[in-house]
């Protein structure tokens, strides 16, 4: 309508959840990710023997990491007519809660424990996005989620120096 009514060209592009430099790795106010990564950090730090969980860890997601979007929005600029109205963006990996953990733990270097709280909250058991449109334009995320995750780390450890 908005096209129509005021001769304007636009696309949608909604992504799965981002993650990356920049990011707001807050205890208390960041995202899934961000903030996890910062409390197993806290823990290596500490010494701490286990990281908690919430729930049991089995609730999948889907990340990318933030410049691969901005790849993608150069990407859709090039390709705007081949866009549809409304489209997904995304890295096309599920990851259990259980194995983001796994990851963080590798790149961080923690060695100890998880346990789970199963009295917090597990939230929707998945959350991916159908990637369909991304998948017949031709265009993936360039970054390894593990890289990308180590990219992250690095970040986020010069940022809390």
Same mark, same amino acid.
């Given at each position: 309508m908005a096209n129509e009514q005021h001769n304007v060209s636009f696309k949608t592009i909604l992504p799965c959840n981002l993650f990356g430099p920049y990011d707001n790795f807050s205890l208390e106010t960041g995202h899934m990710l961000p903030a996890? %990564? =910062?409390r !197993? =950090?806290?823990?290596? @730090? #500490?010494?701490? *023997? @286990? *990281?908690?969980i919430w729930g049991d860890g089995t609730a999948k997601r889907e990340f990318l990491y933030a410049p691969d979007l901005?790849?993608?929005?150069?990407?859709?600029?090039? #390709?705007?007519e081949a866009l549809p109205g409304v489209m997904n963006v995304g890295s096309?990996? /599920? !990851? $259990? *809660? #259980?194995? !983001? =953990?796994?990851h963080m733990a590798k790149v961080i270097g923690y060695s100890? /424990?998880? +346990? =789970?709280d199963l009295s917090k909250p597990v939230g929707r058991l998945r959350r991916c996005l159908d990637l369909r449109h +991304? /998948? $017949?334009?031709?265009? $993936?995320?360039k970054t390894a989620f593990q890289d990308a %995750? /180590?990219?992250?780390?690095?970040? !986020?450890?010069?940022s809390l120096e």
């Amino acid at each position: 309508m908005a096209n129509e009514q005021h001769n304007v060209s636009f696309k949608t592009i909604l992504p799965c959840n981002l993650f990356g430099p920049y990011d707001n790795f807050s205890l208390e106010t960041g995202h899934m990710l961000p903030a996890i %990564l =910062h409390r !197993m =950090h806290q823990a290596k @730090q #500490n010494d701490d *023997v @286990q *990281v908690t969980i919430w729930g049991d860890g089995t609730a999948k997601r889907e990340f990318l990491y933030a410049p691969d979007l901005a790849d993608f929005i150069c990407f859709a600029i090039d #390709n705007f007519e081949a866009l549809p109205g409304v489209m997904n963006v995304g890295s096309g990996l /599920e !990851m $259990s *809660v #259980n194995a !983001m =953990h796994k990851h963080m733990a590798k790149v961080i270097g923690y060695s100890g /424990e998880f +346990q =789970h709280d199963l009295s917090k909250p597990v939230g929707r058991l998945r959350r991916c996005l159908d990637l369909r449109h +991304q /998948e $017949s334009l031709g265009w $993936s995320p360039k970054t390894a989620f593990q890289d990308a %995750l /180590e990219l992250t780390y690095d970040y !986020m450890r010069r940022s809390l120096e």
